[in-house]
């Protein structure tokens, strides 16, 4: 159990992922480790590896009040490579019927400056949401991340590092707006998306700022004609402004910056999103 705030309390447990002695059994091209997560491997072909997630939330405001429980993750799935230059993972949350699969993809590298990935995973954009679950300090997401940024879709993605690794770049082309979006965006017409991030001392060994990264990106597609505007909720889900017409393009610019300095980090970041509303005069 960790605190992130004083309360909520969350209790993380992460199936598969402790560090545990090695134990092998060889059988010619075949053996099986466990060392971060339990993993088969078929001699140099492939590995396969397998992991759960599992995190709660524990709540209760103050000791007048009831404590409430609330299953956050309950995730698992497999991953692993192929042939030195094939990775893959898929990930299903086991407690949404609704959307289960996470992240299903296969990613292809020529080289570390050229890597193309396809499948369902999450949209190049917002420093937050792409941060997994289990890494981000706080129980919740912030706002904007939850609630601007698109989320995961099927699509294609071209990325790699180049410039002596200081540069990081993901361009990619989506079937829709991402998931986390109203149903009729993910509807809609394709979406593309861009992220580059910079780091400009990631070569400079023992300087304070080799982990420090700027951040940006942006999306564009188009919107259905309608109420089709984005959601505005609350942490809690209740809704902030209600949905509003719109027709034409969606367009979304962030940047961020992010530091790490051994056990601290600081970071941030900026989302604008703007939609088109054609045909519509003001009241």
Do not use: C
């Amino acid at each position: 159990m960790r605190t992130r705030l004083p309360l909520p309390i969350s209790l993380l447990l992460i199936l598969g992922g402790a560090p545990a002695s090695s134990a092998q059994t060889s059988s010619q091209s075949m053996d099986f480790a466990f060392d971060d997560h339990p993993t088969v491997r078929l001699g140099d072909v492939a590995t396969i590896e397998g992991f759960a997630k599992l995190q709660l939330d524990w709540r209760q405001m103050d000791h007048s009040t009831s404590a409430d429980w609330d299953l956050r993750l309950l995730r698992a799935g497999v991953m692993g490579h192929a042939f030195k230059r094939i990775e893959y993972q898929v990930e299903r949350e086991l407690d949404d019927d609704t959307n289960p699969w996470r992240d299903v993809y296969v990613d292809v590298s020529a080289s570390s400056a050229l890597q193309v990935r396809g499948g369902k995973f999450k949209m190049p954009f917002s420093l937050d949401r792409l941060t997994s679950p289990m890494e981000i300090e706080f129980v919740y997401r912030s706002l904007a991340a939850s609630s601007l940024a698109p989320g995961r879709d099927v699509g294609v993605m071209v990325h790699g590092r180049v410039f002596s690794r200081i540069v990081r770049y993901e361009v990619g082309l989506f079937r829709h707006g991402g998931d986390a979006v109203r149903d009729s965006e993910r509807e809609g017409d394709a979406t593309g998306a861009l992220r580059v991030t910079v780091s400009p001392w990631r070569q400079v060994k023992k300087s304070p700022w080799q982990q420090l990264t700027f951040g940006g990106g942006l999306t564009l597609g188009h919107l259905p004609e309608g109420l089709n505007s984005l959601n505005g909720r609350t942490v809690f889900d209740h809704r902030l402004f209600p949905a509003v017409y719109v027709n034409g393009s969606r367009r979304r610019i962030g940047g961020d910056a992010e530091w790490r300095n051994g056990p601290f980090q600081v970071r941030g970041e900026v989302i604008d999103v703007r939609d088109d509303r054609h045909g519509r005069k003001e009241e």
